[in-house]
């Protein structure tokens, strides 16, 4: 019977990947210049402020897990001051003198700032989620194990957001030469991450976890993990519309 369920449940996820594995295209595909720069400037700087949040909480999940050594206290401090510190960067590019200048300008009828608002928002939602995952009280072995899962999730987003940069870099400017070949490979870094987080869904890992008993309605940290996972799906997808 256990054999039957987990072929289902891979069956499933097997349909869903097929489905979600593209990237959706970008509104246009036209080069940005002027005002649109210094939006895209601002996503990427909400971007690089984020992974700076997935880092520190690689590290803490790190310490949690028993195995930073020596430096175990050191690494969880720094994760923490990470987090910290991402998290403001992320909340203060929304009111900054940079969004200020921009809403001035007659920014904030540019869809294009409506968007970088929108997945501002989502990625504030993805931080409050990963703090409270990270407070979470878990059991060895059950917690490596999830932490294993969620240090996978944060490379798939840091590849993927590296992605979006790479691509927000390359369509500034006049077409052609480097800049096509930026939002080629970013491209293709977006949609492995993508792909990356999708797979976290139906591995072993996680359907032994599911079939434990840790599931989404009686487990705290298993519905933050399932929670972060559809986050990360949407921030990347709207990243890909930029």
């Given amino acids: 019977?256990?054999?039957?369920?987990?072929?289902?449940?891979?069956?499933?996820f097997t349909l869903l990947f097929l489905?979600?594995?593209?990237?959706?295209?970008?509104?246009?595909?036209?080069?940005?210049?002027?005002e649109d720069v210094q939006i895209f400037s601002l996503q990427i700087l909400v971007n690089q402020a984020y992974q700076m949040?997935?880092?520190g909480s690689s590290l803490v999940m790190l310490d949690q897990m028993g195995k930073g050594g020596i430096f175990g206290g050191v690494i969880a401090r720094r994760g923490w001051t990470?987090?910290?510190?991402?998290?403001?960067?992320?909340?203060?590019?929304m009111n900054?003198?940079?969004?200020d200048q921009l809403t001035r300008e007659?920014?904030?009828?540019?869809p294009l700032l409506l968007t970088v608002k929108e997945n501002t928002a989502e990625i504030l939602k993805a931080v409050d989620v990963?703090?409270?995952?990270?407070?979470?009280?878990?059991?060895?072995?059950d917690r490596s194990r999830m932490h294993s899962l969620f240090t996978l999730l944060n490379h798939g987003m840091k590849m993927a957001t590296d992605g979006a940069d790479m691509i927000m870099l390359g369509r500034t400017g006049e077409p052609g030469g480097i800049k096509d070949t930026l939002q080629k490979h970013g491209r293709a870094m977006m949609t492995d991450g993508r792909v990356l987080i999708i797979r976290l869904s139906d591995n072993e890992t996680m359907l032994d976890l599911h079939n434990s008993?840790?599931?989404i309605e009686k487990n705290p940290a298993m519905a933050a993990l399932h929670k972060s996972i559809e986050q990360s799906l949407r921030i990347i997808d709207r990243l890909a519309r930029l």
């Fill in 82 to 93: 990470m987090i910290d510190q991402g998290q403001r960067i992320i909340s203060q590019s």
């Fill in 53 to 55: 949040v997935l880092e």
């Fill in 213 to 215: 008993g840790l599931t």
């Fill in 130 to 141: 990963i703090r409270g995952y990270l407070k979470t009280e878990m059991e060895e072995p």
């Fill in 106 to 110: 007659g920014g904030d009828r540019n």
């Fill in 1 to 12: 019977m256990r054999s039957r369920t987990l072929v289902l449940i891979g069956s499933l």
């Fill in 19 to 34: 489905g979600l594995s593209f990237l959706p295209a970008p509104v246009s595909a036209a080069s940005r210049r002027g």
């Fill in 96 to 99: 900054g003198e940079e969004m």
